[in-house]
């Protein structure tokens, strides 16, 4: 079968791959994205915070994205049923829009740029040479040549694992977390109400659109088998010890679907080697309490097309410039990775819990003057 010869081959089409794939087009590189799955992925984030939105907003992307989702600024904490809390958002808030819509509305802006999509299609063997990805065949025998590869395949990224670098992952074993796609009740319409609990409970309610909401649970894994797997109608009786101001909720949740999702950090020894990068959470993974992964997944990408079409095919100048640019990203994530385990450690005990809070990081990505509203301001 032909070979293809490429700029740059980016594998996996989630946020970061598809996002890179389309700064990389704007600018002239010719970019294949292989994708194992039949199309743009479907499981994932909800919150794009202010950082995210800020390097959309960069690209003249903020006004797609914003048209259809829904804008919040207020999001309100609370442990065993009283408020402690509020994290306020300045300037237009975060933006609330299921992963697949937002992923799909890049991967249709990089249609007109001319990056191509080769969906279905796995990777049979990863060639390395030199220290550098050679060259990419697929499991029907296609072949793929690039000057650059990027792993944005996820965390069990195939790209880092030919590689050869190292990652660590810690699953967050005291929390199992589970999901559920609800009508919209007034209270999730109201506010995103985030409920903790000391007996090691957590319960998120928020709006998806007009008409409905997601609610993430989170519990002890021994309270799991009782609550979930057995059938047994316990899960109200839980919910009803700590979660005070949404009992509007309650109703649509017995009957629910609810998916379990596995949450893990995951940290790794390098972003690059030769001409390989990783992206997105093939390089890391935090606590999605922090809400932020994908904010620090576009800015990425973005420092990534500015050192890939600053190298211009020169592959010892594309080695420095990611060591030099890019490298330095794994500090920023390993403090997010940090605050992501302190925020899962510590959301029993309410003091713990609010000396651990950072709403700089929640609202900023970064550290500034707080803006939080302790609880006696709410009562
Ligand atoms: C439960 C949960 C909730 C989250 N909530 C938020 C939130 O509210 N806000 C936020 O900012 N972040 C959140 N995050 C983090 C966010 O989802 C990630 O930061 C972001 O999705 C990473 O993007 P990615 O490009 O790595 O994409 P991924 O969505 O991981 O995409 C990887 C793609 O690679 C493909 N792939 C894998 N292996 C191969 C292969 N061998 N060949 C070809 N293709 C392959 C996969 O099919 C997939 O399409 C959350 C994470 C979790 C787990």
């Known amino acids: 079968m032909a070979t293809t010869s490429c700029d740059v081959a980016i594998v996996g089409a989630g946020l970061g791959g598809c996002f890179l794939a389309l700064l990389l087009g704007r600018r002239g590189r010719h970019v294949v994205v292989i994708e194992q799955g039949p199309s743009v992925p479907s499981a994932g984030a909800d919150f794009l915070k202010p950082p995210g939105l800020r390097v959309l907003a960069r690209h003249g ?14 999001i309100r904490y609370y442990h065993d049923g009283d408020p ?3 994290c306020h958002y300045p300037e237009g808030g975060f933006l609330i829009r299921p992963y697949r819509e937002l992923v799909e509305l890049i991967y249709t802006s990089c249609a007109m740029e001319g990056v191509d999509f080769w ?3 796995s990777i049979d063997d990863i060639a390395m040479g030199d220290g550098r990805v050679e060259e990419l065949t697929l499991a029907d025998g296609r072949r793929l040549r690039a000057g650059v590869v990027i792993g944005a395949d996820g965390t069990k990224s195939a790209v880092r694992q030919a590689l050869g670098i190292e990652q660590r992952t810690m699953p967050y074993e005291r929390l199992l977390m589970r999901v ?6 007034a209270s999730v319409a109201q506010l995103n109400r985030l409920y903790f609990s000391s007996e090691g409970w957590l319960a998120y309610l928020y709006p998806i659109n007009m008409d409905e909401a997601r609610v993430f ?15 047994i109608p316990a899960l109200l009786d839980e919910l009803k010890k700590f979660v005070t101001e949404s009992s509007d909720a309650f109703n649509a ?13 995951l940290r790794v020894d390098a972003y690059h080697k030769g001409n390989a990068a990783l992206l997105g959470s093939a390089a890391f993974a935090c606590h999605p309490m922090t809400g932020m992964g994908m904010s620090y997944t576009l800015h990425d990408a973005e420092i990534l097309a500015d050192v890939i079409c600053a190298a211009a095919g020169d592959a010892e100048l594309l080695d420095r410039l990611l060591y030099a640019r890019y490298e330095p990203r794994r500090h920023a994530h390993r403090q997010l990775i940090d605050y992501g385990d302190a925020l899962a ?3 029993r005990d309410r003091a713990a ?3 651990a809070f950072r709403p700089d990081l929640h609202i900023h990505g970064r550290t500034a003057a707080p803006e939080v509203m302790p609880a006696l301001q709410l009562a």
């Open 253 to 265: 949740l017995q009957p629910a679907t609810w998916q379990r999702i596995k949450v893990s950090s």
């Open 84 to 86: 402690i809390q509020e």
């Open 180 to 185: 559920a796609t609800v009508p919209l009740s």
């Open 345 to 347: 450690a510590t959301f």
């Open 119 to 121: 969906f279905d299609a």
């Open 353 to 355: 819990y609010l000396s």
């Open 217 to 231: 649970v989170g519990l002890p894994p021994e309270d799991d088998k009782e609550i979930f797997q057995d059938g």
């Open 61 to 74: 992307l903020a006004d797609l994205v914003g048209r259809r989702g829904l804008r919040r600024d207020i």
